[in-house]
Each structure stands twice: as structure tokens, then as C-alpha cells.
């Protein structure tokens, strides 16, 4: 097998949440997800650096056939706060996953009740407290800017014993109405980094924080440009030149890019992180890029670029002026 990393998703949903512009699909009886999984099993076996499960909500299926013929170094699963039980962490643990990742999302009630997320924000701390128990290695998504949060309630993350956060701003994708302008969405992220901070938690990528030596490996796998295999239905996947989009275990899509191409992708998205953008292949990047480090978007250590904590609200605008 060419690639060492792994991500499956698996697309099945509860109730779809109001802000979700994910591939999911909800209400499917419980024998189709089984079957899914099963055919997963038959192309996942093997040995990997990292695998994550992804989705969706990965424990509404019965995740035994696949988890019995994976190993991995890191292997993370998703867990949707309702699926938190003593029963699934320990069949988890017991078959090698080794790292969770919750979707909190908030923890003000209402927001909660508007996201459509089907639990309070009690629930959601009882639940990453057996989490706990179970797995030293885990952490919690957020998500900011939702309208009507004020995120006053971030503060109370302190007191989780994280080792990983992952905050997202809310794509619009959904036409919310009442969403907060960009300025107020920036101020809150600032504010959640500080509080992070605060904890221990470092930012490591431009939406994620951990503690040291808690990083999420497979994302660093992908943005460090490394090949990752991609199964399940809406999957991407990159191994060599090839880039792969899964319908199923089948294949949907796939295309070879130019090998400059490739070589670019791979080295670009690691501006995202804190390793930095090293141009000692590109330094036909470097007159750009010292452009930037003048207006304070990016500072520069020999020939590789970091981004300010300016330039993390800008990145995707930087990558697209360097492509
Ligand atoms: S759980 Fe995730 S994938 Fe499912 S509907 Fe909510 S946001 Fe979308």
C-alpha cells in the first residue's frame, strides 16, 4: 500500500444539524450502515501511521469488522456526545483506537438547541468526563460565530482537561440569518486562543490547539503533505500523483495532476502549521512572501515563513496569491 495515513468517513447523521454543509445523510436503517461497514472492512485492512474516522457520527454504525482488521500508531475516532458510552469507549480502547476527537460545537443551551444538536451542554461535559476515562489523548471540536452565541460560556472549557481543541468559524454555507460580521467572528476566535493558552494549549495549525506531543498526526500528515487513503462515500484521497473522490468503497473520481503540481500542494498547505513554509525549492515565492512579512502577515526565519497571528485570519488568500 502506497499511503501510510487513512481516513474513512462514514456519512450517516441523526438529525441534520442547521449549519451543516458536510456530505451526511440521516435516518438510514441500521442494516444499510452495517452493510457499509462491512464493505468498508474487505478495502481498509492493514497497518497504518494514522487512521481517523470521520463523519457523520462514526459510533452509529457498528464499527467491529472494520476495527479488527486495522492497526494504527494514531487511530482517532469521531464521537457525536450522544454516542458517548461507557460500552463503546471500552470496545474502542480494547480494538486500538487511541485518540478522540467530540463534537461539542457550544456550550450555551439555546445555541446547542438551534445547531440542532440534541443535547445540553451538561450532557456534552458528562459525556468528554468518561471520555476521559477511557482516553488520555482527547479533545473537542468548537464551533464560532454561530448567531445568537456570545461564546462567553469558552471559559468553562478550562476545566476539561483538553488536550486537543479544534475552533471552527461558521461557514454560511446554509444562509443563516443573524450571523456575526467577520471582525466580531476574529475577536472571538482571539479570545478562544487566549483561553486555550491559558490551559496549556498551544496553536499548532490554524484551527487547532494542543498541549505538547497531543497533536492530531493524521491532519499534520495531510497539510505536511504527506499521501493519505481516502474510503467511504464523499472520501478524498492522495497517493502519488493520483487524487481520489469516493462514492461508497467505489471510486467516484479520480485524476493524476503535473508533478509540479503535486510538489506544490504538498509544500504550500504547510504554511498552515507552525512548521512554517520552507521555499528553499520556491524561491521564486520569497519576493511575495517578504511583501507579506512588511505588512505583518508573515514573519521569516532563514528561508522559512510562518504566519502572524494576522496573517492565520488571511492564510487561504496568501496560498491562493503564491498558486
Ligand atoms: S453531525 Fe456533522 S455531518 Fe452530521 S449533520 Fe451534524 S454537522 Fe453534519
Redesign the pocket.
Known amino acids: 500500500m502506497l499511503a501510510k495515513n487513512l481516513y474513512v468517513h462514514f456519512p450517516f447523521?441523526r438529525?441534520?444539524?442547521s449549519?451543516?454543509s458536510?456530505f451526511?445523510r440521516?435516518c438510514i436503517p441500521s442494516e444499510q450502515r452495517d452493510s457499509y461497514v462491512r464493505n468498508l472492512a474487505l478495502h481498509a485492512k492493514g497497518n497504518y501511521a494514522t487512521v481517523y474516522f470521520g463523519?457523520?457520527?462514526p459510533a452509529l454504525c457498528d464499527l467491529t469488522p472494520i476495527l479488527k482488521v486495522i492497526t494504527a500508531d494514531e487511530f482517532t475516532v469521531e464521537l457525536?456526545p450522544l454516542d458517548v458510552t461507557e460500552d463503546t469507549l471500552k470496545k474502542l480502547f480494547d480494538n486500538g483506537v487511541n485518540r478522540i476527537s467530540m463534537?461539542v460545537q457550544s456550550l450555551d443551551e439555546l445555541t446547542l438547541e438551534k445547531m440542532g444538536r440534541m443535547y445540553t451542554p451538561l450532557e456534552a461535559a458528562k459525556a468528554f468526563e468518561m471520555v476521559k476515562k477511557h482516553f488520555t489523548n482527547a479533545g473537542v471540536d468548537i464551533i464560532l460565530g454561530y448567531p445568537g452565541d456570545n461564546a462567553k460560556w469558552f471559559n468553562e472549557l478550562k476545566s476539561w482537561d483538553l488536550n486537543h481543541c479544534s475552533v471552527y468559524s461558521l461557514q454560511n454555507e446554509r444562509n443563516l440569518k443573524d450571523t456575526f460580521d467577520d471582525d466580531t467572528v476574529l475577536d472571538m476566535i482571539k479570545n478562544a486562543s487566549e483561553s486555550l493558552k491559558d490551559i496549556g494549549l498551544e496553536r499548532y495549525e490554524i484551527s487547532n490547539y494542543s498541549k505538547p506531543g497531543f497533536e492530531c498526526r493524521h491532519n499534520l500528515a495531510v497539510w505536511l503533505g504527506e499521501d493519505y487513503i481516502g474510503l467511504g462515500e464523499g472520501a478524498y484521497g492522495r497517493e502519488g500523483l493520483l487524487r481520489t473522490k469516493n462514492k461508497g468503497t467505489k471510486l467516484e473520481e479520480s485524476q493524476l495532476v503535473k508533478t509540479e503540481d503535486d510538489k506544490k500542494e504538498r509544500t504550500l498547505f504547510s504554511l498552515r502549521t507552525k512548521y512554517g513554509l520552507d521555499t528553499k525549492d520556491y524561491p521564486n515565492w520569497r519576493k511575495l512572501l517578504d511583501d507579506f512579512v512588511i505588512e505583518g502577515l508573515v514573519r521569516k526565519n532563514n528561508n522559512t515563513y510562518y504566519l502572524t497571528e494576522r496573517g492565520t485570519e488571511v492564510c487561504d488568500s496568501i496560498i491562493a496569491e503564491l498558486i
Open positions: 447523521c438529525r441534520r444539524c449549519y451543516c458536510l451526511s440521516v463523519g457523520g457520527s457525536h463534537g
